[in-house]
């Protein structure tokens, strides 16, 4: 309830943003070195608010927020959420669709939380999502074991109606999609430059579809609904990528292995590992991502072979 509560509140602020001069720079750096746009600071505002006075958290850790956040005792509960208020936020100014992205855990720690609470694998997540601030408000949630759904936000309402229940990717992998930024091609594996050169060049058969929003909400939902494989791998500059395990990595390749997907890191570490199988160390640390049907992921993880990488 908390999560959704704040997810409308985010979904207003975005659609207001232009009237309410929402748009621009707030004039500080996060906790990721980005600069943080008043957007991001308002979203972030909300979830912690929302979170903090639910009654339900233990710990929150916020992509906007160096520290993890304790809750007060008087107000702690038993979970544990991971969240990017406003992923994508590079978009905002020119109005291309955002999202909040979370995942939740229930503590370990007998008495107060600590951050051991929330350093762990991502097989231990109970409920993951994202909402999606575009043409629709939409919210994708799911409690482990239980499936993926849709909920669109009705405005009249004022509530998430759920759309669609059980969200699988489609049967084979669906279209044919890559999603990437093209531009770190330079820097990137030969497995990696392999198969993307595969998917251009199909000797005779009509070649992938390149499509990348730059928000990575839009470009998973999209890779959910129409198939295809959304790829942020690590490259010869940053060798643990560019997206954050807790709160980017992790509730996607959550959300797409519910959803009949896989999730892969690619090469990380010298090794080929499931994604949802790290352990970060920090709170804010960085993971490659590859993730979308399993047609290309494993296609990704087989060029690793053939180019006698693994
Ligand atoms: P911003 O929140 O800074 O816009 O970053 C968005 C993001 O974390 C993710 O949503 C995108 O898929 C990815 O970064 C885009 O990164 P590039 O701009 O390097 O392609």
Redesign the pocket.
Known sequence: MALQLACKATSRACNKAGIAMLFGLAGEVNSTG?DQKKLDVLSNEIFIDALTNCGACAVLVSEENEDPIFVPEDKAGRFVVAF?P??????IDCNVS??TIFAVYEKKSEKNATVSDILRTGNDILVAGYCMYGAATELVISFKGHGVHRFTLDPSLGEFVHIQAHVQLPEGGGKKIYSC?E??SRNWDAAIKGIIGKWKDRHGDKPYAAR??????S?VHRTILYGGVYL?PADAKSKHG???VLY?GFPMAFIMEQAGGAASCGMFKGKIQRLLDIVPETIHEKCPVVIGCKRDVEAVLEEYKIQGLC
Not at 86 to 91: A, P, R
């Open positions: 980005d990017d406003l992923d994508g936020s590079s978009n955002t999202g930024n531009g770190n990348y929003v730059g928000s990575m909400v470009d942020y560019k997206l954050r980017e």
